[in-house]
């Protein structure tokens, strides 16, 4: 569907980005699933904001299920937060500063609060939670004033991808990724679905189940089977 999505695995993602980092430039790495390939369909400039991004990893199983369907190609499934986990060890291992952003206020300090715990060397520069609107450039100047080497940024998407891309040219960091809820998930608000689970590809549905906000989110569903569908055919009438 036009976007380059790394085909490796975690360890292999880790690599690339830590490489990028080594070299001092800047990466925002786009962990893409089925209702953002609707969205960027629909909205030209998200699309611009993914296209801008220098990795972009198969975070859904849609993603997963789309490529075997329209290329044959099998990926593996990287879900964001756990590649975020990666990042925080990788992170903890060479004492490089992480900001974390996102989440309601009690939720972003019990999750850095359980963080520290799991990676007790692990370098916290600075955190704010995500709701900020109307004070995003005191965020910003925040940030900034940490000199923070990696941002992870849970404001859900598709506003955690507009932000990285509005304010990356402005950031120390050189390693920034959207993480969705995962804040919540680190705080012990809320827990992933059960290994079973994830392993038949159907997280997305537990999300749905347990919280009415996701349910509401699953009309993008029809559209990306749509999407998929067409894209298909227009590569039979391609070839």
């Known amino acids: 569907m036009g976007f380059p999505v790394f085909t490796g695995s975690k360890q292999h993602v880790l690599i690339a980005v830590g490489d990028r980092m080594a070299q001092g ?4 790495v786009v962990t893409l699933n089925s209702e953002m390939l609707v969205n ?8 611009r904001v993914l296209e801008s991004a220098e990795v ?9 299920w789309a490529a075997r ?6 990926l593996p499934r990287l879900p964001g937060i756990e590649l975020a986990e990666r990042i925080l060890r990788l992170a903890e291992l060479s004492g490089r500063t992480v900001y974390l952003l996102g989440a309601r206020p009690w ?3 019990a999750a850095v609060e359980r963080l520290k715990e799991r990676y007790p060397r692990l370098r ?7 709701y900020f609107q109307g004070q995003e450039e005191q965020v910003i100047e925040d940030i900034i004033a940490s000199g923070a080497q990696i941002l992870l940024a849970g404001l859900g998407s598709p506003g955690q991808e507009y932000f990285i891309a509005r304010a990356r040219h402005r950031l120390p960091c050189l390693l920034m990724m959207g993480v969705g809820g995962s804040f919540d998930i680190w705080a012990g608000y809320r827990r992933r679905a059960a290994r079973w689970v994830q392993s038949i590809g159907m997280e997305w549905l537990y999300r749905a189940l347990v919280d009415v906000r996701h349910l ?3 009309s993008f569903v029809p559209a990306f089977i749509w999407l998929v569908l ?10």
Do not use: K
């Open 25 to 28: 430039l800047s990466t925002h």
């Open 56 to 64: 972009i990893v198969p975070d859904g199983i849609g993603v997963v």
């Open 40 to 47: 960027a369909r629909r909205d030209p400039e998200f699309r």
């Open 69 to 74: 369907f329209l290329q044959h190609r099998t």
């Open 107 to 109: 939720v972003i300090e």
């Open 124 to 130: 916290i520069a600075g955190r704010h939670h995500g």
């Open 216 to 218: 509401r989110r699953l």
């Open 230 to 239: 067409t894209a298909r055919f227009a590569g039979r009438q391609h070839a």
